[in-house]
């Protein structure tokens, strides 16, 4: 695991050496190990490359960059991530006359490959098509003068890109990270005024958006081409990106019985499992105490003698699940390691990580997944984790809802009509602030259940987002700058892509959602920079290629089961568990990685809401209305509403801007 970077100026600039290198140290907490720079001879000395490494596989064969002849290069490359099929492709490309340097090296089979491809005049996407991993790259095609860039189709690894509207000058640059962007000499152009709306309606910055005018994500399972030679190209390089390889559903032939089927899905995940394992430092296990992650923990426990697995809990009783993951270590017998943190500890993250991260992001659960993982790499460099279950396997309550929905076959007026008139009943019950408590749930359920929509529908059902509640909470100003259009109308398109790869019902729309968004913007994006954050390796056995393919496969009835009274998710994968892990984890249900954010925003996070979410400071700011974000404010403090996923995110966003206004002024 890495942080990659580059730039590359306009042909017959050369690049100013300090420029990669000051990437490469932006990048440094994703690597620790060592850090490096390539800069092309001759003609090519306008494109340079920048690499921080994060030892795991090959530790003395693997520096980047890497390039496949020193005196003359076909091929310059710099690789975040794993592939885990290297060791089958190698052979191969052996036999076809590549000469390898290194061991085991994944990074110089996937260079080879490049190589041998290219040579051979093979497509990008059909080379990134045989590869099986985590992973995001930029290669230098020397001969030919082009860049290609491309990224895993999960979307486990991140990779931004930025050109000349950024940079307000004739430059292209990438990076793991914006920091990287950011780097280069403090640019950062204008805020994108509809991506910062998706971050409010998300929780995130989707994918492709980048919250920077001029900057973009490539997208999960997607590769593109980038002529180094033609500074003309170089803005919106993420529109001509091409996809390699999209999840599809119902390509898995399935055998006939739910028992051979449950049996199917337990090898196929514990094949995953094992290929996780592999490494040249040592692994471990987030455990929580959940589904998803006690099935794995309890397969790589088949494979190894010393396994060890981490857990956090809260001296918050209501939060603390850190029973659980001990239950499981003592049946499956691995050393576990447990941290007990209090709110102290918490709170004090809060504002260090809001300082940290590049691009604003309101999942609050990225505080304990960094406390986590800040504890597990005392002891390992690589930690396997359960992401990819609920998303894949049906196991969130949103589910369930439409799960109700589906069952009662009412026509969709119907459904319009019981949201119109419940709704504000809804909204009148007592306010509670525990986590997820029965009024807010409720409240959610029917704010989403009059959507016709699939993937709207459960947009709504998570942040009750849509067009018009977005656009009241910008000021007049910024609310006048906001794009025409529908500013979730990705939704729309994200829909017909599921259909184009084979989505069978509205389930299918729905899961394609998770996977484009949530997952891939949201989980996954959280997980890399909290790891990366300590400089810790995190693997997602259950995100494995053949498991996504057979989980797009089953049938719904197969995830969700149960009597009318009390259906479940992950039914499959909970019978795929049975015998491996306690039956009580499997019976229980599901608990999120949380905190007590409502009741500290009222308690100990109330001297922040009132430094950020001031009038004046958000007035001054100058996007959001500072009478919206005041009614919000106090609207919770009365205990009159539940607004804790809203003024979280709000202070997510002032908190980054302020990291920007900090940035800016250490640069002038």
């Given at each position: 695991?890495?942080?990659?970077?580059?730039?590359?100026?306009?042909?017959?600039?050369?690049?100013?050496?300090?420029?990669?290198?000051?990437?490469?140290?932006?990048?440094?907490?994703?690597?620790?190990?060592?850090?490096?720079?390539?800069?092309?001879?001759?003609?090519?000395?306008?494109?340079?490359?920048?690499?921080?490494?994060?030892?795991?596989?090959?530790?003395?064969?693997?520096?980047?960059?890497?390039?496949?002849?020193?005196?003359?290069?076909?091929?310059?490359?710099?690789?975040?991530?794993?592939?885990?099929?290297?060791?089958?492709?190698?052979?191969?490309?052996?036999?076809?006359?590549?000469?390898?340097?290194?061991?085991?090296?994944?990074?110089?089979?996937?260079?080879?490959?490049?190589?041998?491809?290219?040579?051979?005049?093979?497509?990008?996407?059909?080379?990134?098509?045989?590869?099986?991993g985590m992973f995001a790259f930029a290669a230098v095609d020397v001969r030919r003068r082009r860049l290609v860039l491309a990224r895993d189709p999960a979307g486990k690894k991140p990779l931004y890109i930025a050109g000349p509207r950024f940079f307000d000058r004739p430059r292209?640059?990438?990076?793991?990270?914006?920091?990287?962007?950011?780097?280069?000499?403090?640019?950062?152009?204008?805020?994108?005024?509809?991506?910062?709306?998706?971050?409010?309606?998300?929780?995130?910055?989707?994918?492709?958006?980048?919250?920077?005018?001029?900057?973009?994500?490539?997208?999960?399972?997607?590769?593109?081409?980038?002529?180094?030679?033609?500074?003309?190209?170089?803005?919106?390089?993420?529109?001509?990106?091409?996809?390699?390889?999209?999840?599809?559903?119902?390509?898995?032939?399935?055998?006939?019985?739910?028992?051979?089927?449950?049996?199917?899905?337990?090898?196929?995940?514990?094949?995953?499992?094992?290929?996780?394992?592999?490494?040249?430092?040592?692994?471990?296990?987030?455990?929580?105490?959940?589904?998803?992650?006690?099935?794995?923990?309890?397969?790589?426990?088949?494979?190894?003698?010393?396994?060890?697995?981490?857990?956090?809990?809260?001296?918050?009783?209501?939060?603390?699940?850190?029973?659980?993951?001990?239950?499981?270590?003592?049946?499956?017998?691995?050393?576990?390691?447990?941290?007990?943190?209090?709110?102290?500890?918490?709170?004090?993250?809060?504002?260090?990580?809001?300082?940290?991260?590049?691009?604003?992001?309101?999942?609050?659960?990225?505080?304990?997944?960094?406390?986590?993982?800040?504890?597990?790499?005392?002891?390992?460099?690589?930690?396997?984790?359960?992401?990819?279950?609920?998303?894949?396997?049906?196991?969130?309550?949103?589910?369930?809802?439409?799960?109700?929905?589906?069952?009662?076959?009412?026509?969709?007026?119907?459904?319009?009509?019981?949201?119109?008139?419940?709704?504000?009943?809804?909204?009148?019950?007592?306010?509670?602030?525990?986590?997820?408590?029965?009024?807010?749930?409720?409240q959610r359920a029917l704010d989403g259940v009059g959507e016709g929509r699939p993937l709207r529908r459960h947009q709504r059902f998570l942040t009750g987002a849509d067009d018009a509640r977005l656009r009241s909470l910008f000021s007049p100003a910024a609310r006048a700058a906001?794009?025409?259009?529908?500013?979730?109308?990705?939704?729309?398109?994200?829909?017909?892509?599921?259909?184009?790869?084979?989505?069978?019902?509205?389930?299918?729309?729905?899961?394609?959602?998770?996977?484009?968004?949530?997952?891939?913007?949201?989980?996954?994006?959280?997980?890399?920079?909290?790891?990366?954050?300590?400089?810790?390796?995190?693997?997602?056995?259950?995100?494995?290629?053949?498991?996504?393919?057979?989980?797009?496969?089953?049938?719904?009835?197969?995830?969700?089961?149960?009597?009318?009274?009390?259906?479940?998710?992950?039914?499959?994968?909970?019978?795929?568990?049975?015998?491996?892990?306690?039956?009580?984890?499997?019976?229980?249900?599901?608990?999120?990685?949380?905190?007590?954010?409502?009741?500290?925003?009222?308690?100990?996070?109330?001297?922040?809401?009132?430094?950020?979410?001031?009038?004046?400071?958000?007035?001054?700011?100058?996007?959001?209305?500072?009478?919206?974000?005041?009614?919000?404010?106090?609207?919770?403090?009365?205990?009159?509403?539940?607004?804790?996923?809203?003024?979280?995110?709000?202070?997510?966003?002032?908190?980054?801007?302020?990291?920007?206004?900090?940035?800016?002024?250490?640069?002038?």
């Amino acid at each position: 695991m890495c942080g990659i970077a580059g730039v590359v100026e306009r042909p017959g600039v050369a690049v100013d050496g300090a420029l990669p290198a000051a990437q490469a140290r932006s990048l440094s907490h994703r690597g620790p190990d060592g850090r490096g720079t390539w800069r092309g001879d001759g003609t090519l000395g306008h494109v340079e490359l920048a690499h921080a490494r994060l030892s795991v596989l090959d530790v003395a064969g693997g520096a980047q960059p890497m390039v496949d002849d020193d005196r003359q290069p076909r091929v310059a490359l710099v690789f975040n991530g794993q592939i885990y099929n290297h060791a089958a492709l190698r052979p191969t490309l052996v036999a076809a006359g590549e000469r390898f340097r290194s061991s085991h090296s994944d990074t110089e089979v996937l260079l080879r490959l490049l190589a041998d491809a290219w040579d051979r005049g093979t497509d990008d996407a059909d080379v990134c098509a045989r590869l099986s991993g985590m992973f995001a790259f930029a290669a230098v095609d020397v001969r030919r003068r082009r860049l290609v860039l491309a990224r895993d189709p999960a979307g486990k690894k991140p990779l931004y890109i930025a050109g000349p509207r950024f940079f307000d000058r004739p430059r292209l640059a990438f990076g793991s990270e914006l920091s990287a962007l950011e780097a280069l000499d403090g640019r950062r152009g204008d805020v994108d005024l509809g991506a910062v709306a998706r971050y409010f309606a998300f929780d995130f910055v989707p994918d492709p958006d980048c919250v920077w005018a001029g900057a973009a994500k490539l997208p999960p399972g997607h590769v593109v081409a980038v002529d180094l030679d033609d500074p003309a190209t170089w803005d919106d390089v993420v529109a001509r990106a091409r996809p390699f390889r999209l999840p599809r559903f119902a390509t898995v032939a399935l055998p006939e019985t739910f028992g051979e089927r449950t049996a199917l899905v337990r090898g196929t995940v514990e094949a995953a499992v094992a290929t996780r394992l592999v490494a040249d430092v040592p692994v471990g296990v987030f455990l929580s105490g959940g589904v998803d992650s006690s099935l794995v923990a309890a397969l790589a426990a088949r494979h190894t003698s010393r396994l060890q697995t981490f857990s956090i809990g809260f001296t918050e009783p209501s939060f603390d699940e850190s029973g659980w993951a001990r239950a499981v270590a003592r049946h499956i017998g691995s050393t576990h390691h447990e941290e007990i943190v209090d709110d102290g500890a918490v709170l004090d993250a809060i504002p260090w990580l809001g300082d940290q991260l590049a691009e604003p992001f309101a999942d609050h659960s990225v505080v304990p997944t960094w406390l986590l993982a800040r504890f597990a790499r005392r002891q390992v460099t690589v930690a396997l984790g359960g992401d990819g279950g609920d998303e894949l396997f049906l196991g969130y309550g949103t589910f369930l809802v439409d799960d109700l929905r589906r069952r009662a076959r009412l026509p969709e007026g119907a459904w319009r009509a019981a949201a119109r008139l419940l709704g504000p009943w809804a909204a009148r019950l007592p306010v509670s602030h525990a986590d997820l408590s029965v009024e807010y749930k409720l409240q959610r359920a029917l704010d989403g259940v009059g959507e016709g929509r699939p993937l709207r529908r459960h947009q709504r059902f998570l942040t009750g987002a849509d067009d018009a509640r977005l656009r009241s909470l910008f000021s007049p100003a910024a609310r006048a700058a906001l794009p025409a259009g529908d500013l979730l109308g990705g939704l729309d398109v994200l829909e017909r892509g599921a259909l184009d790869c084979g989505a069978r019902d509205d389930v299918d729309l729905a899961v394609w959602g998770y996977l484009r968004t949530y997952l891939a913007a949201g989980v996954l994006q959280k997980v890399d920079r909290a790891t990366m954050l300590t400089g810790l390796e995190a693997r997602a056995p259950l995100l494995d290629d053949v498991v996504v393919a057979l989980a797009l496969s089953l049938p719904t009835a197969d995830k969700i089961a149960g009597p009318p009274w009390g259906r479940s998710g992950k039914h499959i994968l909970k019978e795929a568990a049975r015998g491996l892990v306690p039956d009580a984890v499997l019976a229980r249900g599901k608990k999120g990685f949380g905190m007590p954010v409502a009741s500290w925003l009222n308690g100990a996070l109330a001297p922040l809401v009132d430094e950020l979410l001031s009038p004046r400071a958000v007035r001054l700011d100058g996007v959001l209305d500072p009478l919206v974000v005041g009614r919000l404010v106090d609207e919770h403090r009365r205990r009159r509403a539940n607004h804790r996923k809203m003024l979280w995110t709000m202070l997510m966003w002032m908190l980054w801007r302020r990291r920007g206004r900090r940035l800016a002024s250490s640069s002038a």
